[in-house]
């Protein structure tokens, strides 16, 4: 996520979902640790935000090094204020995030704010993964809410570090 617009808003968004893996170290970010091979679109045909692609720089990630995110994709509605993302974060068997953010107000972290009008969505961020990430195998589940209450997105992903 920066995202995890709406992606990295929620795929952003997905903001830094990377740095969010490091709880203890510093504070939730967003852009999305998505991988072109490990992404997986779990949403619907209905979904507001119609995701078209992802570029990961490098692939796979590496800690202590920059992440770029570049994700493109429509959006069918305009997202405003109380749009939010579900965020769960794993590494192995071991939860390390499960929460609900505010989707405005993680966007401002990548220099956009809300609300982001409906239309093309180009979102291109650099975050910096922290070395003290553990290494391991780490599972990421986003599920985006509008304002609204209309589904917008939902994305899996798996990587590792």
Same mark, same amino acid.
């Given at each position: 996520m920066k995202t995890f617009y709406l992606l990295v808003l929620g795929l952003l968004a997905i903001g830094s979902a990377v740095s969010a893996l490091s709880l203890q170290y510093q504070r939730l970010q967003f852009p999305l640790l998505l991988t072109q091979g490990s992404v997986q679109d779990c949403g619907s045909p209905?979904?507001?935000?119609?995701l078209e692609s992802i570029t990961v720089t490098p692939d796979?990630? =590496?800690?202590?090094?920059n992440l770029t995110v570049d994700? =493109?994709?429509?959006l069918d509605e305009d997202v405003d204020a109380g749009a939010y993302a579900d965020v769960r974060v794993k590494l192995g068997l071991i939860k390390l995030l499960d929460t609900r953010i505010n989707l405005c107000d993680e966007i401002t972290r990548i220099d956009r704010e809300c609300p982001i009008e409906k239309g093309p969505v180009h979102?291109?961020?650099?975050?910096?993964?922290?070395?003290?990430?553990?290494p391991g195998k780490y599972q990421v589940f986003i599920d985006v809410t509008n304002y609204d209450e209309k589904h917008a997105a939902c994305l899996k992903a798996e990587f590792r570090l």
């Open positions: 209905d979904d507001i935000f119609h796979p990630p =590496k800690r202590g090094e994700v =493109k994709g429509y979102i291109n961020h650099t975050v910096e993964l922290p070395r003290e990430l553990p």
